[in-house]
């Protein structure tokens, strides 16, 4: 019975992957096809806001499986919803993927992966055991570690499904406001003919820190 829930688990996350992947292909996970293509986007969810939605959503959940386009996702959303409802989809499709993906690997491969690669996961194993849910949240919340690699690597060790779940939650909110509101502001820069105006280079400079942090953390650690 184990392994034929092992089995089938297997299986949905192999038929979701494929379609994830022919779904999300590379010439349109760009800025500049969304731009081409921003009226009929638009026009179309105008139209049809719920499917709209649920489709970005189901788009958005694949990525935590390996899969690329999280970045760009994101963006999208802002233009297409605005700040705020993006986030909130967004929250919604982040955190439902990686609790599956961390669900399916605890149940299925987990074991498998402590073994093969332990020496790698011994840090990760480490910090975990001692500072439990903050290092979990810092991870979110940083782009240290990519998100589809929390969900794997957390899901080998004893934290527990409710801690991952509202870490996870409340993790990924900054960064899904600063690319939201940035494709937000690009919306609007482009409708406006403001290219340069404050809120556009605000929007860029929020991007640019919060890329930027991870490595600025990082080299103010080795020199202490």
């Given at each position: 019975?184990?392994?034929?829930?092992?089995?089938?688990?297997?299986?949905?996350?192999?038929?979701?992957?494929?379609?994830?992947?022919?779904?999300?292909?590379?010439?349109?996970?760009?800025?500049?096809?969304?731009?081409?293509?921003?009226?009929?986007?638009?026009?179309?969810?105008?139209?049809?806001?719920?499917?709209?939605?649920?489709?970005?959503?189901?788009?958005?959940?694949?990525?935590?499986?390996?899969?690329?386009?999280?970045?760009?996702?994101?963006?999208?959303?802002?233009?297409?919803?605005?700040?705020?409802?993006?986030?909130?989809?967004?929250?919604?499709?982040?955190?439902?993927?990686?609790?599956?993906?961390?669900?399916?690997?605890?149940?299925?491969?987990?074991?498998?992966?402590?073994?093969?690669?332990?020496?790698?996961?011994?840090?990760?194993?480490?910090?975990?055991?001692?500072?439990?849910?903050?290092?979990?949240?810092?991870?979110?919340?940083?782009?240290?570690?990519?998100?589809?690699?929390?969900?794997?690597?957390?899901a080998?060790?004893?934290?527990?499904?409710s801690?991952?779940?509202w870490?996870?939650?409340?993790?990924?909110?900054?960064g899904?406001?600063?690319?939201?509101?940035a494709?937000?502001q690009?919306?609007m820069?482009?409708?406006?003919?403001?290219?340069?105006?404050?809120?556009?280079?605000?929007?860029?400079?929020?991007?640019?820190?919060?890329?930027?942090?991870?490595?600025?953390?990082?080299?103010?650690?080795?020199?202490?």
């Open positions: 019975m184990k392994y034929r829930k092992q089995l089938v688990v297997a299986l949905f996350l192999g038929v979701l992957i494929l379609l994830a992947r022919f779904l999300l292909q590379d010439d349109l996970l760009t800025i500049s096809y969304l731009q081409e293509h921003k009226q009929a986007l638009l026009g179309y969810i105008g139209q049809h806001y719920a499917y709209a939605a649920a489709g970005f959503m189901l788009l958005y959940l694949a990525t935590a499986f390996f899969l690329p386009g999280a970045l760009v996702l994101t963006v999208a959303g802002g233009m297409a919803f605005g700040t705020l409802p993006a986030m909130i989809f967004i929250n919604i499709a982040a955190t439902s993927g990686a609790t599956l993906a961390f669900i399916a690997t605890r149940f299925v491969i987990g074991d498998w992966l402590q073994v093969r690669f332990s020496r790698h996961l011994e840090r990760f194993n480490r910090e975990i055991a001692r500072h439990g849910p903050r290092y979990l949240l810092i991870l979110r919340i940083l782009p240290v570690i990519p998100f589809f690699a929390v969900n794997y690597c957390a080998i060790t004893r934290i527990r499904l801690t991952f779940i870490t996870t939650s409340v993790g990924v909110l900054p899904s406001f600063v690319y939201a509101f494709g937000a690009m919306r820069a482009e409708e406006l003919q403001e290219i340069a105006s404050w809120k556009v280079v605000s929007a860029l400079l929020l991007v640019c820190l919060f890329i930027l942090f991870p490595v600025i953390l990082r080299h103010l650690s080795s020199r202490e």
